[in-house]
């Protein structure tokens, strides 16, 4: 009772609610700011302020004075009642105001509050749960009696009258708490097992964390270096830039200070020519045929000035041209150092791959410049010789590699089965142990039937992509025992990675049937 009667005294007069913010008038009485501010506001239009409770009246709107001590004593309140969020269920026998139960009776199907609770302990020994609205799911449906027990047989639950009377008469039955305390037991049992499970999840959890977090990490300071790369490029384009204007440039200069030479030169002989034929138009005014007929001796028909004017000035300047092949050539060199440069800062070095006649077989044509092998049906004239391939149509390069990081490309003709890889040159030239891939001695990327396979010592695994463009790429890391294949779409795609550990010069090998053709791109 005590609770429920500490509740009213703690509602506002207004809004019946526990205060908020609450405030004093100068009569004593509180109220939530809110809701006298409210009251005071119609009291306003009408001329008058008074308090509601005691009627109080004021000849001007009265001053609120926040009332410190009772909002503390609300929140304390608050802090100790389990609040209407929390349950939604309320004491029967409040009725005044509504006061959260803290427990419910099974054979009285009511809630009580703490107040009521002790009261009805002192007066009944009966069943008490956390309070609940749903009393009929704790009473037996037939006999409508508290479920006191437990029948493991049936897995059923049960009234006392079910025990003695109803169908599980004679069944070996259990009180609630003892078969409540049994299923707590194996809970708890089956827990134990759960937590090695937890933790090793847990453990899992932890390392794709710390992995995700390295692979971010390594991700940031990757994109820092292509950043770094990019901005060297776009220097070093730059200069190229610079340099192959500053050729240009140049040509310009020389050629255009050449004509300017060549205009003056003749502007100057325009010049005496003008003066030339001004005296002759002089001349022919003359009267004098004495006079006409000297100085015709010894000026008109001087050949001196057509010397001078010789037709070789003319035809320098219309035949003199920039040369667009040097300054092609010097923009060619700077892009060639540019990715030379850029090539050596990743630290992969492109071989030159050319094959090797003197491996193929008869049934395969090698080009001349030894960078494409085709599947022929005409037979090549080749002497015998101790490394020829003889039951597969495969080629090895000439070359090999033994240490380093390597990238070259293949392009496939998409014809027929090919399959390129590498191999050690001790690789077999006869019988099934001599084809690609069948061996622990060569690793092999194969394309067939619109299909992907990877291939070494004659386990093979099927890729999940479907070829989509004919250029591939290969890289090998020598020291890491790393063979990646990759497909140059856009964008690049990996197809499959060979881990092992080489221990011979690993030579490129092409493998072609069926009209196959595979080249190496320069």
């Known amino acids: ?20 913010d609450p405030v004093s008038l100068r009569c004593g009485h509180n109220f939530c700011r809110s809701c006298i501010v409210s009251v005071l506001d119609a009291q306003e239009a009408a001329g008058g302020y008074s308090c509601p409770d005691c009627r109080a009246e004021y000849p001007e709107r009265p001053a609120l004075e926040k009332n410190r001590k009772l909002r503390n004593i609300v929140e304390r309140f608050s802090s100790t009642q389990p609040g209407m969020e929390d349950t939604g269920i309320f004491c029967a026998y ?85 078969a409540s305390e049994k299923k707590k037991k194996e809970l708890r049992k089956y827990l134990d097992e759960l937590n090695p499970q937890k933790a090793d ?34 220097e070093q384009v730059e200069m190229a830039e610079n340099k192959a204007l500053s050729e240009v440039s140049r040509q310009e200069e020389k050629i255009v200070s050449q004509i300017s030479h060549l205009i003056k030169k003749l502007e100057i002989q325009e010049d005496e020519l003008n003066k ?20 015709s001796d010894t000026t008109v028909f001087s050949n001196g000035g057509d010397e001078d004017t010789g037709g070789d000035g003319g035809e320098v300047s219309t035949e003199e041209d920039l040369d667009e092949v040097l300054i092609s050539l010097t923009l060619h060199r700077s892009m060639r150092d540019i990715v030379t440069n850029v090539t050596s800062q990743l630290g992969v070095h492109v071989p030159d791959i050319l094959l090797d006649v003197d491996s193929a077989p008869r049934c395969v044509k090698i080009s001349e410049d030894l960078k494409t092998a085709t599947r022929s049906e005409e037979e090549q004239e080749r002497p015998e010789s101790p490394g020829r391939f003889v039951d597969y149509p495969q080629v090895l390069s000439r070359c090999g590699l033994s240490s380093g990081r390597h990238y070259w490309e293949v392009e496939c003709n998409q014809i027929g089965d090919c399959a390129i890889g590498l191999s050690y040159p001790s690789i077999e030239r006869e019988r099934e142990q001599s ?11 194969d394309m067939y039937n619109g299909e992907y396979e990877v291939w070494h010592n004659s386990v093979t695994l099927a890729l999940s992509v479907k070829p989509t463009c004919p250029t591939l790429g290969v890289f090998l890391d020598y020291e890491a025992g790393r063979l990646s294949f990759y497909e140059l779409c856009d964008p690049i795609r990996h197809l499959h990675t060979f881990t092992a550990s080489f221990t011979e010069p690993l030579h490129v090998i092409f493998y072609v049937y069926d009209g196959a053709s595979v080249t190496i791109r320069s």
């Open 276 to 295: 030339k034929m001004c005296h002759v138009e002089e001349m022919c005014l003359v009267t004098d045929p004495i006079r006409i007929l000297q100085e």
């Open 201 to 234: 999840i847990q453990t899992k959890v932890q390392n794709l964390q710390d992995h995700k977090g390295k692979i971010q990490e390594k991700a940031s300071d990757e994109r820092k270096k292509v950043r770094k790369r990019f901005m060297d490029i776009k």
């Open 435 to 445: 084809c690609i891939g069948y061996n622990d001695k060569s690793w092999c990327l």
């Open 1 to 20: 009772m005590a609770s429920a009667e500490l509740r009213d005294e703690l509602n506002c007069s207004i809004c019946l609610s526990l205060y908020t």
């Open 94 to 178: 409040c009725t005044k105001s509504p006061v959260p139960a803290v427990k419910s009776c099974l054979q009285c199907e009511n809630s009580l509050c703490e107040d009521h609770l002790t009261a009805h302990n002192k007066t009944m020994d009966h069943i008490l749960i956390d309070p609940t609205r749903s009393f009929g799911n704790k009473k037996c449906s037939l006999h409508k009696k508290v479920l006191e027990y437990y029948c493991p047989q049936d897995a059923a639950f049960l009234c006392v009258s079910c025990c003695l009377v109803g169908e599980h008469r004679g069944h070996q039955v259990e009180l609630l708490d003892e």
